[in-house]
C-alpha cells in the first residue's frame, strides 16, 4: 500500500508563487511515475504535470507550462510542484499521484493507482 500526502497549499496574490509537497510512503518510490493533478469546482480533475522516474524527463498541461516545474528527491521520498506566476485560473485542490503501471510519463486519471488526499491552492485576483 502507499499513502501520499501533500501540503503547501494556501492563498496567494496572483503572480504569486507556491511550493507543493507530497511524501510518500509503503513502496520503492524511486521506480515510479508522480503526477501532479488539480481539480477546480465544478471541473473534472484535469492533467497538471509529471516526472518521470528519476526526474530527468518531466511534462506539463499546456496551462502551466513555463510557470510550473516538479521536482523530486528519492532519497526522501518526496515529489515537489514549485508554482510560480500564479493565475486565479489555478484555483483548484492539487493531487499528487504515483504511476506504478508505467516506466514512461503518463497523463491520465486512470493511469495513476494512488492518489493523495489533495491540498488547496487559492489565487486571489
Known amino acids: 500500500q502507499v499513502q501520499l500526502i501533500e501540503s503547501g497549499g494556501g492563498l496567494v496574490q496572483a503572480g504569486g508563487s507556491l511550493r507543493l509537497s507530497c511524501a510518500a510512503s509503503?513502496?520503492?518510490?524511486?521506480?515510479?511515475?508522480m503526477g501532479w493533478f488539480r481539480q477546480a469546482p465544478g471541473k473534472e480533475r484535469e492533467f497538471v504535470g509529471a516526472?518521470?522516474?528519476?526526474?530527468?524527463?518531466?511534462y506539463y498541461a499546456d496551462s502551466v507550462k513555463g510557470r510550473f516545474a516538479i521536482s523530486r528527491d528519492n532519497a526522501k521520498n518526496t515529489v515537489a510542484l514549485q508554482m510560480n506566476s500564479l493565475k486565479p485560473e489555478d484555483t483548484a485542490v492539487y493531487y499528487c499521484?504515483?504511476?506504478?503501471?508505467?516506466?514512461?510519463?503518463?497523463?491520465?486519471?486512470?493511469?495513476?493507482?494512488?492518489w493523495g488526499q489533495g491540498t488547496q491552492v487559492t489565487v486571489s485576483s
Open positions: 499521484a504515483l504511476s506504478w503501471r508505467y516506466s514512461y510519463i503518463v497523463s491520465k486519471n486512470y493511469e495513476y493507482d494512488y
Open positions: 509503503g513502496r520503492t518510490f524511486s521506480k515510479y511515475v
Open positions: 516526472a518521470s522516474w528519476n526526474g530527468g524527463n518531466t
